[in-house]
């Protein structure tokens, strides 16, 4: 079993940075498919970004060009860069990880951001 430990967020002002980190344990963390989502409230949980094995990452439209995930597979983890930050970032984020073979999901416990205007 794999688990997934996350830290970061906090509340910034409009414009501002934050850097999220997702620590996993357990597993081959090389091998997996690695995201962060983010939900706000009265609203559906979306993909934010992914992060393969080998390095080619995804982007939601709404966070292309201020958001960049990478990940360090000698740590174990994932992070998720936040720059120019928007109030209408403000979600609760998630970590998630997909196992390619085995195809069970792990999921972070959430990790809130806050930007103001």
């Not at 090389?30 to 989502?37: D, K, L, P, R």
Request: proline share 3%; hydrophobic share 35%.
């Amino acid at each position: 079993q794999v688990q997934l430990v996350e830290s970061g967020g906090g509340l910034v002002q409009a414009g501002g940075s934050l850097r999220l980190s997702c620590v996993a344990s357990g597993g081959i963390f090389s091998i997996n498919v690695m995201g962060w989502y983010r939900q706000a409230p009265g609203k559906q949980r979306e993909l934010v970004a992914t992060i393969i094995p080998g390095g080619i990452t995804t982007y939601a439209d709404a966070v292309k060009g201020r958001f960049t995930i990478s990940r360090d597979n000698a740590k174990k983890t994932v992070y998720l860069q936040m720059n120019g930050l928007k109030p209408e970032d403000t979600a609760n984020y998630y970590c998630n990880l997909r196992h390619p073979v085995l195809r069970y999901d792990s999921w972070g416990q959430g990790t809130q951001v806050t930007v103001s205007s």
